[in-house]
Every structure is written in structure tokens, then in C-alpha cells.
């Protein structure tokens, strides 16, 4: 697991750090059931505090991305989880919400939005 | 008990890697000494001892030894009580060593190699007397030995006690009155002793021609004596020092 | 969660300088960082806890031991550095384990001179001649000695090269990963705050400003500078440390305040330092206003 923090960012931490988790287990680079360091480990290693790792991991566990087995640590949720699925049509509708607000603001019409939209699916 | 111990072997092990081998080379130095004039070997290695004692409280302040004593799980009344308890145990050990030498300059009859000297002079004659006559009564050695130990244990406490109450800067000043305390007290004996019968009068000539009379056993006594006398001194000197300084700050 | 350390209203009053009711206290298996001026009681309030300044009143407790009549048990699973060393300069590392060791009861030797390896320390050269940053280590190698539950590090990055800082920061990060342990380290360098500390106390003048964990610290107050003449009806009061000057202005606030911020001002949020700087101006400011009053 790869993550890096931007001390200067207007992002919180902890947010970066959900952010690139959610990233790298929706994409794959995480895989299924793969063992997480132990929140102490994982701020040991990015040299934040423990609170903030804390406060990461027990979103991500919430929000379905992670699971926990008391005594052994932090794992990837299986795929087939429901609440991870409806978290992953949250986001795309998130994301959605974004692009037309982006291209709204652009000055496109929803047909050029929705036109755009299509092209991307294509490639 | 255990923790003074600890405390003591601790002032120990700070002091020994400084001053051990200045203190071989004064011990040996004296007993060569001893060979010529016995008696002067218990006023000189007494002195050492000051070498193996005083630098501790100079090193200790100079370290910050407070802040360490505040740190280690140590009761800070063991840590006062164990100084002076090394104050005594390193006299003690400086009175044994005395003791060997001098006993074996005895038995070896050193004085021998003391008439090499040239005889011719006046003065060289009298000091020889002087010496023979020392060494034909070896309990006197044994005696200064004792008396000078025990004095300066005393001394010793009495400055550790004054330098950690009223602060090192103060020590010379707490000595004066220290000196000037005693003076008046010996003089205040010798002064009351030529008037009354009570208190038995000391005559400084009368003892040098009584060296005879002063046997082994007797000075044994002494010694056993003013042995008690000054580990009783340091303790007492420790639990003043104690009451006193052991609930400052650091 | 279990506090491994409490301090409750901690008064004592010096001839020229006072700890006002001292409050906090710091959960199992974290880092506070205990920041504030110098002068503004933080090496008086570690000395309290290792009974080495007797408090007016107030309690602390360590360990939930009292810390004045249990202080010998406390110190036997207690770590202390302080910033200068109070060791024998003349002994060697090795000489010095030899004298501390009977002291504790959980000393591990072999701990010890791992520690040393580790910390590329030599054990045979006299500690006098060390550096700081070396000396500072030798001191946390004989603290970790005795697998102690609590440490207590009084300024220990001050007068470090970074390198040095850094080590000795990773050094304290290691420490942590047990979650029995504790750490409370006091510095005016609050950078090495914002990097490790999970937990904040801010001393000002002897008295408690804020307690809590950093990331409230950090998200509770903002920076904000600009024409004076923009600021909104009423909100210069609930400024901190409001400074004006030629060009402008400049000082602190809540993020609660932000809001009815107008545009035309430039807001950031406040880093530990700032924040420091900012409390330290408004008692200066407050300490005008009496004086104009008089």
C-alpha cells in the first residue's frame, strides 16, 4: 500500500489518506482480504498521529472499504460486499453530481454533458 | 538499607575511575615515607582520602547530580544518608590501609635503613632519637593513626554537612566557624581544667615521655573507640543533613 | 480509556511566577506534546510529577499511583530525560550502566547496549566528550533500560541538528507503537509537535490555554489579515492577539468565526506556532488595556 501525505495540503490527513486507500482498493492495487499495517504502524510510518490514522481506518471501516478481526488487525472488505458495493454507486453518483456541476458551470448544456459522457464510456 | 547500598556503591564507582590513580601514587609515595618517619604516614594518607571524597561533591554539582538523584527510584534521604556513610567507610578503609603499613614497617623493622643518614649534625642526631623512639613504640603510631583518622572523618562530615545545607559557596565560611567553634571549646577545657579538679589537665610533655606506657591493647581501644565515635558523628551529621535538605526542591 | 497520567489542579506559586490550577491529562498508548514559552511553567509542572518540587495543592496521579506518596514505585516504570545531562561526564556509557543498573528492577543490560549499537553510540569513550545530539540519545538509551510504561522528555529536540531531531523523533515514534506506553514531551519547537504528538497542552503564563488532541488544536483556529475596515460588526472582540499595522492587519480566530468572514479577507488556517505567538500577543494586548484603565 502506497500512501503519501501532503503537509500542506487544505485536505485534512485523514482525508488522504481514505481517499488514496478507496483509490487503490477500487482500482485493485489492494487486493481482497490483503492485511492492512495496524493503525500504530501505519502513522509510525507516515509520521502522523495515531489519532488521525485512528479516525481513517474506522471510516473506511464504516463506509465498508475495510474490516476488522479483533486480534489479528485491518483487512480489505471482500468484493462482493453489499455495503461496499452501494458505497462504490455512491461515489460514482458523487462523481456524476461533479461532472455535470462542472459542465454546467463550463457552460455546456446537459445534451453536450450527456454527449461527453458517452464518448468516455466509448474509449 | 539496600538503597543506601546502591547509593553508596554509585558515589563509589563516580569517584573510583577519577581518583584511583592518584591514590595508588600517594599511597605508595607514603609508604616509602613510612619506612623513614612512621608517624607522619597517618597524617598524609589521611589526607588523600580528601582526594578520594572531596572531588565527589564537585563532581556531583558540577553534573547535576540533583536532577539524577530526582530521577532514580530512590528515596533522596537514603541518597544523604549514603554520603556520609562513604565519608566514614572511606576513612575507615584509609585507617586499615595506615594500619597494614605501619604494622609492617614494624615488623620489618624498616627503621634500619633510617640510620644511613648522616649522624654527624646536631640536629640529624636529635631527629634520629626522635624517630627510634617512635618506632620502639609502634602503639603510638597505631594511636596517631586512629586520632588523625577520626579527626579528620569528623572534619569531613562536618563540611559535607555545612556545603549541602548551606550551599558550596558557603563551605569556607561554615569552616571558619567550624575552627573558630572548636578553638573556643578546647580553650574553654584548657582554661576550666587549671581551675578545677574536675576535668583533668592535659600536658602535651607529660605524654611524649609516657610512649612507654602506651601499649598495644591501649591504643586498640582507642581505636575501637574513635572508630565508634566517628561513625556515630556521620550518621547523626547525615540525619541533620537529612531533615533538612530532603524536602528542598530540586 | 485509561489515563496514564492526570494531573488535577497542580497551584504552586513561585516568588515571580505561579502555576494556576493545571489540568490535564493524557490517555494510555499516546503522545502529547506539551508546548509553550519558555518561563511558562512546563519544566515546574514535569518537576511536580517527579516529586522533585512539592505542589501548593492540586493532584497528580501516574500509573493511577499518587505521584507523591508512591513516587518510588512510579519512578521504577518512569523514563525521564531532561535537556542536559546529570551524569558522571568522566565515566563511559559502559561505566554508567554499571551504576545504575542495581537501581531498577526491570533494567535489561542487553536492552541497553542494543540500544547503544543502535544509536551508533560508543560504549568505551568518556560521555563528556559526546555530542549533544549523542548525549541526548545516551540519555534515552539508559531511560528505555528499565522498560519503563511512561516516558517524559523535558525539551529533549532543543539545541538538536535536524538529523539529530529526526532520529530522536523516529526513536520516540518506535516507542509508541506499544499501545501501554506513553509519551509526554515538552518543547518549544512545535514542529516536532505537529509531526508526532496526538495530543496537545498549551501552557501560557501558568495556566492551561488549551488541552485536547492536535487535530482539534490545528482545526479550531485560523489566521486571518487584512484592511481593517472589512472586519464585521462585533467580531474584533473575539479576535486573538490583534495586531494592526501600516498595511493592515493581522490575528487570530475561532473557525467557528470564519464564517461571517467577507471575502475581501485573507484566511488560513493557524499552525501551533502561530497559535502560540498569536495567545502570547493577546496577553500582551490584555495587559495594555489594564494598564490604560489604571
Known amino acids: ?123 | ?250 | 480509556m485509561e489515563n496514564i497520567l492526570e494531573i488535577n489542579g497542580l497551584c504552586k506559586t513561585y516568588r515571580d511566577f505561579s502555576l494556576k490550577n493545571v489540568t490535564f491529562a493524557l490517555p494510555k498508548g499516546y503522545i502529547m506534546g506539551f508546548v509553550g514559552q519558555n518561563g511558562s511553567g512546563k519544566t515546574t509542572t514535569i518537576r511536580s510529577v517527579m516529586n522533585m518540587t512539592k505542589a501548593d495543592s492540586g493532584s497528580i496521579s501516574v500509573f493511577g499511583l499518587d505521584s507523591v506518596k508512591d513516587s518510588i514505585e512510579i519512578k521504577q516504570r518512569l523514563g525521564v530525560v531532561f535537556d542536559s545531562m546529570y551524569l558522571a561526564e568522566h565515566l563511559t556509557a559502559k561505566q554508567i550502566e554499571q551504576q545504575i543498573r542495581p537501581f531498577y528492577k526491570n533494567w535489561n543490560s542487553d536492552d541497553f547496549f542494543a540500544s547503544l549499537k543502535r544509536f551508533s553510540l560508543p560504549d568505551d569513550r568518556s560521555v563528556g566528550d559526546f555530542s549533544k545530539g549523542m548525549k541526548m540519545k545516551l540519555m534515552i538509551a539508559i531511560a528505555l533500560a528499565h522498560k519503563p510504561e511512561l516516558l517524559i522528555l523535558d525539551e529533549p529536540t532543543s539545541g538538536l541538528d535536524p538529523v539529530a531531531r529526526d532520529e530522536l523523533l523516529d526513536i520516540l515514534s518506535d516507542y509508541i507503537l506499544d499501545e501501554n506506553r506513553g509519551i509526554l514531551f515538552s518543547t518549544h519547537i512545535t514542529a516536532d509537535v505537529e509531526r508526532i504528538a496526538d495530543y496537545v497542552t498549551i501552557l501560557h503564563n501558568g495556566t492551561v490555554w488549551f488541552t485536547g488532541s492536535k487535530d482539534d488544536l490545528t482545526e479550531s483556529y485560523a489566521v486571518v489579515k487584512g484592511d481593517e475596515d472589512a472586519i464585521p460588526e462585533g467580531l474584533k472582540e473575539r479576535m486573538i492577539g490583534f495586531h494592526s499595522y501600516r498595511n493592515g492587519f493581522e490575528a487570530m480566530i475561532r473557525t467557528e468565526d470564519m464564517r461571517s468572514l467577507p471575502e475581501t479577507l485573507v484566511c488560513e488556517k493557524a499552525s501551533i506556532d502561530e497559535i502560540l505567538v498569536y495567545i502570547a500577543k493577546e496577553a500582551k494586548n490584555a495587559g495594555h488595556t489594564e494598564s490604560d484603565t489604571l
Open chain 2, 1 to 250: 538499607m539496600q538503597d543506601i547500598l546502591k547509593v553508596i556503591r554509585f558515589d563509589f564507582l563516580t569517584m573510583s575511575s577519577v581518583s584511583m590513580g592518584e591514590l595508588i601514587f600517594v599511597i605508595l609515595f607514603c609508604m616509602v615515607l613510612s619506612m623513614l618517619l612512621s608517624p607522619l604516614i597517618a597524617v598524609m594518607i589521611t589526607f588523600c582520602v580528601f582526594g578520594f571524597v572531596y572531588p565527589l561533591q564537585d563532581i556531583a554539582e558540577r553534573n547535576g547530580f540533583s536532577k539524577l538523584y530526582g530521577t532514580l527510584p530512590v528515596d533522596r534521604r537514603n541518597v544523604t544518608r549514603a554520603r556520609f556513610i562513604y565519608i566514614f567507610a572511606a576513612f575507615l578503609i584509609c585507617e586499615l590501609t595506615e594500619l597494614v603499613i605501619a604494622v609492617s614497617s614494624t615488623i620489618l623493622n624498616l627503621n634500619k635503613l633510617i640510620f644511613n643518614i648522616d649522624r654527624s649534625a646536631e640536629r640529624s642526631r636529635e631527629m634520629l632519637t626522635y624517630m627510634h623512639m617512635i618506632y620502639d613504640t609502634p602503639a603510638v603510631v597505631y594511636l596517631a593513626v586512629f586520632a588523625v583518622a577520626a579527626v579528620c572523618c569528623i572534619a569531613e562530615a562536618y563540611m559535607e554537612m555545612m556545603s549541602q545545607i548551606y550551599g558550596r559557596e558557603n563551605l569556607f565560611r561554615s569552616v571558619m566557624i567550624g575552627i573558630a567553634a572548636l578553638s573556643a571549646v578546647i580553650g574553654g577545657i584548657y582554661l576550666l581544667s587549671s581551675h578545677t579538679t574536675l576535668i583533668p589537665q592535659f600536658h602535651l610533655m607529660q605524654m611524649t615521655e609516657n610512649y612507654a606506657a602506651i601499649s598495644v591493647s591501649k591504643s586498640v581501644i582507642f581505636g575501637a573507640a574513635s572508630n565508634a565515635a566517628m561513625l556515630a558523628v556521620c550518621l547523626v551529621f547525615g540525619e541533620i543533613t537529612t531533615r533538612i535538605v530532603s524536602e528542598r526542591e530540586i
Open chain 1, 1 to 123: 500500500m502506497v500512501i503519501v501525505i501532503k503537509n500542506k495540503s487544505e485536505l485534512p490527513i485523514y482525508e488522504q489518506i481514505k481517499q488514496q486507500m478507496k483509490a487503490q482498493i477500487l482500482d485493485g492495487s489492494l487486493r481482497e482480504d490483503e492485511q492492512l499495517p495496524s493503525i500504530r504502524q501505519l502513522a509510525r510510518d507516515l509520521k502522523i498521529s495515531v489519532i488521525t490514522t485512528t479516525r481513517a481506518y474506522n471510516d473506511l471501516l464504516d463506509e465498508g472499504f475495510i474490516t476488522s478481526i479483533t486480534g489479528k488487525g485491518y483487512y480489505v472488505a471482500p468484493r462482493n460486499n453489499e455495503l461496499l458495493r452501494e458505497r462504490m454507486l455512491f461515489e460514482m453518483e458523487e462523481g456524476l453530481q461533479k461532472a455535470i456541476e462542472n459542465g454546467r458551470n463550463a457552460g455546456l448544456t446537459d445534451d453536450e454533458i450527456a454527449a461527453a459522457l458517452k464518448k468516455f464510456m466509448e474509449d
